[in-house]
């Protein structure tokens, strides 16, 4: 009687935990799935090929050396983000029921009986995903599936038939150039009067206005514009080449830019006339051999330069918060070094230790920023001159930056002066050539730098 107090209790508990138990089973046994993905055991990452088939046409996109391509119907890039937002909208969509084959009865009743819509998602050839769509519930709110070759239906979230949109062009890639813009060596601008051409250079990896003349480009200008073009997005697609007699100017471009890679290869793009339909500009590129484009009308301005629009406006572009040191050597007279502390304060080294004065620091910079080039002169343009004119060997100033990480250090050597003309000058990142400046911005600085001495 003594265990029996004892183990009648436990009994009862054992039986209440077993009853919840089966209860559980059974509710599992309704097979309630959160998502697609968690029923066919997949996740986005897994999948590198998605097939989209509808009434016998077929979209066919796959994934090649990390980017998305399609395939079928048409051979173009695709846009990684409708890929992805495709995938997500598959996999993610809740299961709200799954339908047993034993009571399901006949297919047609669910639009099953015939595979008139189809998604399958593959992994390196092999099927992870083969849904077969139906139709709609009588409720609306679920979406009749199942897999191929089963019976078993899945009453999925409606708002599948939202994501799968079954038009090539919704999976177009909008960015019709592709490359890698550190590739790009030659840019080549023609208009019906005129031409540019910017080249860089291997070595110091500094852009050059080569043609009409020579200059220093602003490198961060011609690296923005690279990305711009590379950025810049397509409005429609026209989905064929346009015929001469309405090619909307793509015959004979106001605007043609050349884009030469380090492989010397070329991509040729046409700029045509504007659409004010669609807010763009017709235009061709020789990566699409047969079909047009019309591009955002926003890169038509971009795409119209001139050499005042890269041309380098100073030799020393630097913020002063960005440097460490300057050092400024004179042959004839003692050197300026200042550096800047830890705490952001500007001290000098020599000609002897002290603190600078913060007005005279301030035009010291102004002064070094005014280094405005004039005229380019080329290495062969600077052989012929001779050292012995340009001055670079016993120099008038020699200025040179440190920076903090995240700058480059400069180096600028003032040379001769020719009366009427400035003064020759030569930068560090320079591979060859040197600018001439005039006379009056290089005294300027001489005078400030003078003065910070003292």
Known sequence: MKYAKVFVPLLIILAILFVLFEKKEKEEDKSVFGTLGEYYFVDTQAVDRVELGKNGSLISIARQDGNWQIEKPIVTLADPKAVDELLKGILENPVHRLLKAGEVGNLSEYGLDVEKETVTLYRAGNVLVDLVIGDTSITGSDLYTKKKGENEVMLTAVQLRDKLIYEPEHYRSRNPLNF????????????????????KDKKTFAWYITEPENFLAQNPKVVRFIGQ???????????????SEESHG????????????DKNETIEMLAGD??????????RFSTFPDEDFIIEASMLDK???????????????????????IDVR???ASNLSIYQDDSGQWKRLK???????????????HRLREFRPEEY?????????????TGFEDYTLKIEVKCKKGCKDIAIIVGNEVEGKGYYVKVSDMAEGAYMINSKLIQAFIDVNTALKS
């Open 303 to 325: 795409l119209k330069v001139s050499m005042t629009d890269f041309k380098e406006t100073s030799l020393f572009q630097s913020s002063p918060l960005m440097v460490e040191s």
């Open 180 to 199: 890698d813009e550190n590739a790009v060596v030659t840019i080549i601008f023609t208009y019906p009067d005129s031409h540019l051409k910017l080249e």
């Open 229 to 243: 073009l590379k950025r810049m997005e397509i409005v429609k697609f026209l989905n064929r080449r346009m015929p």
């Open 250 to 261: 793509l015959d004979n471009p106001p605007i043609k830019v050349d884009l030469i890679m």
């Open 274 to 283: 504007t659409d004010v339909e669609s807010n763009g500009f017709y235009a």
């Open 330 to 332: 004179e042959p004839s």
């Open 377 to 389: 002169l080329t290495g062969d343009e600077l052989y012929e001159i001779g050292d012995d004119v």
């Open 351 to 365: 000609p002897s230790n002290g603190d600078v004065d913060q007005k005279k620091l301030e035009e010291f910079f």
